[in-house]
């Protein structure tokens, strides 16, 4: 099996919205020529003093993962904020981050080389904190005190040279939680540096942070 390596041929899809919408996501995706994706559970944190008196800054997500070139990407996710009505408030998020390579195949139509934009066209980047489980709301705090308009944790389960027990002779996987938190460059310096400093990310097995920047966004207000 080769490896797909065209430089900027393809991108990675991320669209949250509503619990049970996930499946919707990947019905609409598979009408574009998009083979398939991942559904994951999560929990989507909004900020806001009226938000949380009403109980509502905590919501039920599903995270949906794609890889599909730029060209599809492109056309998919206007069609995505349309029909899932991405414009409104609190109805979700979809955005497409550039990848290097992957293996398999994830869509019917050939490949095709779309230019990458210009690094100033690029307003927002997405900031990933991988930390053990329970830590997440932690992580979502800091990201909200320095300047984020909104987080999700996803769980997972991760596995390390260090990050295993064992208990009756089985090893057992340190859970985790991975927080997706998007920023506009300005803040994401702040943001970092805000998660840096509550993990302690200097020391071995304390989480792992990292930023990439957005290609194309929708659902920010």
């Not at 996501?25 to 008196?53: D, E, F, Q, S």
């Not at 020391?203 to 990439?212: E, I, Y």
Request: hydrophobic residues 45%; neutral net charge.
């Amino acid at each position: 099996m080769s490896i797909n390596s065209t430089h900027d041929d393809f991108e990675i899809l991320w669209v949250v919205v509503n619990d049970d919408l996930g499946h919707k996501v990947l019905k609409t995706a598979y009408k574009h020529g998009i083979l398939g994706g991942t559904i994951m559970l999560a929990m989507g944190y909004l900020k806001g003093k009226l938000l949380r008196l009403l109980e509502l800054d905590e919501v039920r997500r599903e995270v949906v993962m794609m890889v599909t070139n730029k060209t599809i990407a492109a056309t998919l996710l206007p069609v995505l904020e349309k029909e899932f009505h991405l414009n409104k408030l609190y109805h979700g998020l979809a955005f497409s981050v550039s990848v290097d390579s992957f293996l398999g195949k994830c869509t019917k139509q050939p490949n095709i080389i779309v230019n990458r934009r210009k690094d100033s066209d690029r307003m927002y980047n997405v900031i990933f904190a991988i930390v053990e489980r329970g830590r997440g709301e932690e992580v979502v705090e800091a990201a909200l005190k320095a300047g984020s308009k909104g987080a999700t944790i996803i769980n997972a389960r991760g596995s390390g040279v260090n990050d295993t027990c064992r208990l009756f002779a089985m090893e057992i996987e340190t859970e985790k939680e991975v927080i997706m938190v998007i920023a506009n460059k300005e803040e994401t310096q702040k943001v970092v540096l805000g998660i840096r400093k509550l993990i302690d990310i200097d020391n071995p097995c304390s989480g792992v942070v990292f930023v990439q920047e957005i290609d194309q966004i929708y659902g920010v207000f």
